[in-house]
């Protein structure tokens, strides 16, 4: 209603009461009526945004508004803080939440880290032509999972089938929890490093005590040691397109393709991004992720990839475990 | 407009009502339109606020309950109240909801204060000398311990203190949500909050004073009666013509 219809109305132009009750009657009416409209509108725009498109068990509307606050975030923030650190007396020790893709325990001897997409590959030690070829071995039987939390699985779990490929070839399928198998994963053939820990613990050493934060509502200060991240991307830089531009992006998988992670270079690099071999000063335990996990203080826990196997550099959006399951992929803290 | 002058004349028909323009139609827009988007960001906010209530048994000291130290009285919330609630299992569509309407939220609420500010409404608003006492004597006739509401212009002191109140909480909930949100790129801010755990903390207590406005503020504007609710929709109040105006009041800020 507009404020010059009601000054129209005005009640010095009433002379009886009578009047003064008739013109609050048409007032409240058409009052009454626009909010019914107004109601109606909202109510129409809640059901657009909320019952939209699924996309990654996520409207995609509100899929669109964490990609627009993702993008606002890169703009504003550009990833340059620095997380606090505190005094490792004050580290606690970080709970165990989730073994997704490191459910059997991995010998250690058997891991390598394969990296693709590294520039002039071919004039390194640790060249391969075919990563994937490289077998992890497993001790028999599996970790004790009693006492974790699996607060992620939802009430009924969706199990994957089988790739029949994969199970000819006398390996085990990858991909194999809720959120299915990757299309980031490389494909056999796919030539890059195999590289072994010595290769990563050449790097600078580094300790970081941190607030670990899980998008569960809990956080934890950490204490963390390995390598910079930044300091392994310098060590074995992405190639170059052939414009000269740099990859985006970075994806890391575990050795069983289960669980999955996509990064944006930009946060690879960001100075308090670690390649995690120690937690609380001792060797990393394999719930927590060994040999090689990730800390990123400026990302959530479940960016944090345990038992790291595979790294790419990509200039395609990675794929990501959580985002098929409806949360946001850039996870920015 | 001036019922004062038509009243010194004689020939003037005995008039004793007249409409007051009580709630300005932005106020009013900007209200209604709050109050869905506040019900939205409190349901999403507890949906997410469940996840670290999941496996409670394993760590009963956390964030969210009435405790002190290692002592909790209770968590926040039961799990009977979770499941009444329908809450578990809905991280997802919490956290969607939550960061795509706290901008809606964020601008209504922005909105309101600047127009608040540019339109002089605030003054009708603003806690004064002595509302606390004022605030004091309207709970006890509101319980009926003491007869008589003391006389107001738009609102009374207890009215003036828990509408400021609810704005302040409604920036707090802003700044906290924030300290929250971006916990490492914005860490002085959540510093300044306490850390981490406290921003959390105080977002979700602000939240639980939200709740009890909400009550409070239901069960009053329904003592109330309709000429009042109407006024929140319509704008207008019928008021006896002997009470002072605040179209009067009004003018007299220009």
Known sequence: MSERKVKREDPAHHTTDAEVLAASRKLTRRSFAVAAIGAAAGFGLYRWVDYSRDD????????????????????????????????????????????????????????????VGAANEKNFAQYVPDVTTWTYEYSRGTESTE?????????????????????????????????????????????????????????????????????????????????RMADFIEAYPPARKPNGSLPRYVYMETPNGDYYVGYDMRVCRHPQTLLVTGMAGKPLTQRHGAPLRLHAPTKYG??????????????????????????DWYAGL | MDIGNREETPAAPPVTLRLERKHLLAIRWMHWINFPLLFIMILSGIRIYWNDSDNAHLHPHAVYRIGFGSF??????????????????????????????MWLFALNGIAYVVYSVI???????????????????????????RGGQPLKKKYNGAQRIAYSAVIAMGAGSLITGLAIYKPTQLHYLTTMLGGYEWARWEHFWL????????????????????????????????????????????????
Not at chain 1, 216 to 226: D, L, P, V
Not at chain 2, 74 to 88: G, T
């Open chain 1, 56 to 115: 990654g068990m996520q409207p995609v509307r509100l899929r669109r508004a964490f990609q627009a606050n993702a993008a606002l975030s890169r703009k504003v923030f550009d990833e340059r803080a620095l997380a606090p650190t505190y005094p490792a007396s004050r580290a606690e020790n970080l709970r165990i939440n989730g073994l997704i893709g490191i459910k059997e325990a991995i010998l250690p001897e058997s891991w390598r880290l394969q990296l």
């Open chain 1, 147 to 227: 006492g974790d939390h699996f607060t992620f699985v939802p009430p009924e779990p969706v199990v994957n089938r089988g790739d029949p490929i994969q199970e000819r070839a006398g390996k085990r399928s990858r991909g194999l929890e809720e959120a299915g198998p990757s299309y980031s994963t490389v494909s056999a053939g796919t030539p890059g490093l195999l590289l072994a820990m010595a290769d990563i613990t050449r790097l600078p050493a580094n300790e970081l005590v941190t607030e670990f934060k899980c998008v569960e509502g809990w956080s934890q200060i950490t204490h963390w040691s390995g390598v």
């Open chain 1, 302 to 327: 479940y960016k944090q990839i345990k038992r790291i196997g595979l790294i790419v550099y990509t200039d395609l959006k990675p794929d990501d475990y959580w985002t098929k399951l409806g949360y």
């Open chain 2, 72 to 101: 909790t009285l209770v968590r926040i919330f039961p799990e009977s109240v979770w499941n009444a609630l329908h809450i578990p299992w809905h991280v997802t569509q919490g956290m969607g909801d939550h960061f795509f309407f």
């Open chain 2, 119 to 145: 339109s002089g409404e605030w003054r009708f608003l603003m806690p004064r000398r002595g509302n606390l006492r004022e605030a004091f004597q309207v709970m006890l006739a509101s319980l009926h311990l």
């Open chain 2, 207 to 254: 939240t639980i004073g939200f709740c009890l406005f909400f009550l409070v503020h239901v069960a009053q504007v329904a003592f109330a009666g309709w000429n009042n609710f109407r006024s929140m929709v319509s704008g207008f109040e019928i008021k006896p013509t002997n009470e002072p105006s605040l179209e009067r009041e009004r003018r007299s800020w220009r």
